[in-house]
Structures are given as structure tokens and as C-alpha cells.
């Protein structure tokens, strides 16, 4: 990180009885970065970003968000600070435009809440109910909410959960634009491919801790992992034919899917059309922030799967 840090969190812990949710959590996020806490379900992203927020209190370590205390000086905090809602916290039979307007006035220096609703997209939804939106209609509503104080930092949890793959590119590219307007960003996401695509920077958590925390491509060239050559079978494979070409160093097969680790593209080809082999989508695959998971961690469990909490 380079340059003035807005948010530093110094040995974070919160244990819910037994349970350690976050367990000693340090980070440091610049001005005008995105940020990005990822990691599987349960892992401690929420909780430690409410602590950063000033929503829970931690049992250990310290938090400033420009440079304040979110404690003590939640009052002054709140009017620079965005922070998207949890869906529960709205009230049911409330209408866009209102929510927008009530938001506005809890706000000294509120954006133009109608100006805002186009930009994000939802110009026409005005007059709706909240709980007539989509599903990527309402996160972009929480969007709109967290910027009508034309916040400094800007803090989103699983913003693109429940989105089609259209609605979570729509959501990477607003989570862009507000970064490019001058916010500081900080999210957090179960999906690996979204933090390695928007973050300058990312923290894996598991189990209550930074396991690593860099710039994905950092990360992913640190782990020094080779692409792979992917392909469908359709028939059988005998694959210890292509576990002694040059350079492959593993072959693995998950149902009709095999994935040859090392080697090249050419190689594998030749070998499979030399031995018969009817195979289907065949392509190379680049090592990525899900293998650097997976190494570090030895499980899977950062795949979409379950509800974020
Ligand atoms: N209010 C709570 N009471 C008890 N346990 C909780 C509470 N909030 C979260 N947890 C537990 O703490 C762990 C971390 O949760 P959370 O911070 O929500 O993780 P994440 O956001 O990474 O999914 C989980 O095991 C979760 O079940
Ligand atoms: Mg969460």
C-alpha cells in the first residue's frame, strides 16, 4: 500500500463464545484503493468489517477510519463513511424514492438522491416498493444508499451474492466508477474470481485470519503455479500417457473433466489424437487466485455454495 491509509485495523478479534470469528485481523487500506476481504462462508469478512465500521465492537485491537475512532467518533464517522444495508434493515412497505429521501436527511452534505437513482439505473423504480425490486435491482438501491452522503470510503458486504453474471459485471463496473470519482472502496466477497478481477488489492481470510494479503496477480505469480491444459473426455483415457509428457506434472480427473498440470497444449493434443482420445473443449486455464486459495488453505470451500451470512 502507498500513501495515507484510511482504514488500519491493528490485531482485531471478536469471538462469539467459543467461536474465534475473527482471530487477530491487521490491514491497512489506502486512499482511492478497492480493498477486498475474500474468503469462504463463515470466515470472519463481515464481522471484521462491521468492527472497521463501528457496528460491532471488537474485543481486541484497535480501528481508525480517517484517522477516527468509529467508537468514539461515530457521529463525525457516519457523515463521511458509506455503508450498504443488510436487506432486513429496510422496512417492507417503503418506496424507493422515500428510502432514498430518508436516507438524504439523515445527511448534512446528501448527494442529489434522483440524480443518483439514474446513474445507478433506477430512475424509473422510484415510486416502487423496495420489496418489488429484483434482486439486482436492490443491491443497487443499497449502492445508492451507501453514496447519498457522498462518502469518502465506501464499505460493501457480498455485494454481487444472488446477481446473474450480467448484474455482478453491471455491479464491478459501479464499484469502478465510485473509485474513479475519488472513494476509497472496501468489500467483501465469497467469490474469487470478483476479487481477483476488482481488487487492487485483497486480504484471504479463513477462519478468523489474513492468510495472505497482496495484489492478486502478486499473489497468484508468488505461487509459481503452471497453467493447465483442460479438456471434457467423451470415452475413457488412459492418462498415464499424458503423465509422462514434458513438463506435465499431475493429471487429474473429476468425472468427464481432466485437468493436466503442466505440459503443453500441443503436447497434450498430439498425445491425445495419437492415442484415439475423443475429447470436447479443450483450453488452457492460467493459474488464479482460487489456486492460491486452495494452496494455502488445502480446501475448496471459497466456491459459490450456501448463503453469506
Ligand atoms: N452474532 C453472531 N453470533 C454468533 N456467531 C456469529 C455471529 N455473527 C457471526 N457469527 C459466526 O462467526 C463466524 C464468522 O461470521 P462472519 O463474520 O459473518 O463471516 P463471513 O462474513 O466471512 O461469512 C461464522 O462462523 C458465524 O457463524
Ligand atoms: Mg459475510
Redesign the pocket.
Known amino acids: 500500500m502507498n500513501g495515507e491509509a484510511v482504514v488500519v485495523a491493528d490485531g482485531l478479534a471478536k469471538r ?2 467459543d ?1 474465534a ?2 482471530d487477530g485481523i491487521s490491514f491497512q487500506v489506502g486512499r482511492g484503493e478497492i480493498f477486498g ?1 475474500v ?12 468492527c472497521v465500521e463501528g457496528l460491532r465492537r471488537p474485543d481486541a485491537g484497535r480501528v481508525t477510519v480517517l484517522g477516527l475512532d468509529p467508537w468514539r467518533d461515530a457521529q463525525a464517522l457516519r457523515e463521511r463513511m458509506g455503508v450498504q444495508l443488510q436487506t432486513a434493515s429496510l422496512p417492507q412497505r417503503i418506496k424507493v424514492g422515500e428510502a432514498v429521501g430518508l436516507f438524504a436527511s439523515f445527511y448534512r452534505q446528501a448527494a442529489d438522491g434522483n440524480a443518483l437513482l439514474a446513474r445507478l439505473g433506477l430512475g424509473n423504480t422510484r415510486k416502487a416498493y423496495v420489496s418489488q425490486l429484483s434482486g439486482g435491482q436492490r443491491q443497487r438501491l443499497f449502492v445508492a444508499l451507501a453514496l447519498i452522503n457522498r462518502p469518502e470510503v465506501v464499505f460493501l ?2 455485494l454481487t451474492t444472488g446477481l446473474d453474471p450480467q448484474g455482478r459485471r453491471a455491479t464491478w463496473d459501479l464499484v469502478r466508477e465510485i473509485r474513479a470519482e475519488g472513494a476509497t472502496v472496501v468489500l ?1 466477497t ?1 467469490f474469487m474470481d470478483e476479487a481477483e478481477r476488482l481488487c487492487d488489492r485483497v486480504a484471504i ?1 479463513d477462519h ?1 485470519r489474513i492468510i495472505a494479503l497482496d495484489a492478486p496477480a502478486t499473489l497468484v505469480r508468488r505461487l509459481g503455479a503452471e497453467a493447465r491444459v483442460v479438456f471434457d473426455l467423451d470415452g475413457d483415457l488412459n492418462a498415464a500417457t499424458l503423465g509422462v509428457l514434458d513438463g506435465v506434472r499431475r493429471v487429474e480427473r473429476e468425472g468427464e473433466r481432466v485437468v493436466v498440470c503442466g505440459g503443453s497444449l500441443a503436447a497434450v493434443v498430439n498425445t491425445l489424437e495419437a492415442d484415439g482420445v475423443r475429447f470436447r473443449n479443450l483450453r488452457t486455464e492460467q493459474p488464479n487466485l482460487e489456486d492460491v486459495f486452495l494452496a494455502l488453505t488445502g480446501h475448496r470451500d471459497a466456491r459459490e455454495s450456501g448463503n ?2
Open positions: 462469539y463464545g467461536l470469528a475473527v476481504m474468503g469462504p462462508n463463515g470466515a470472519g469478512k463481515t464481522t471484521t468489517v462491521e458486504d457480498e467483501t465469497h481470510v478468523g453469506p451470512l
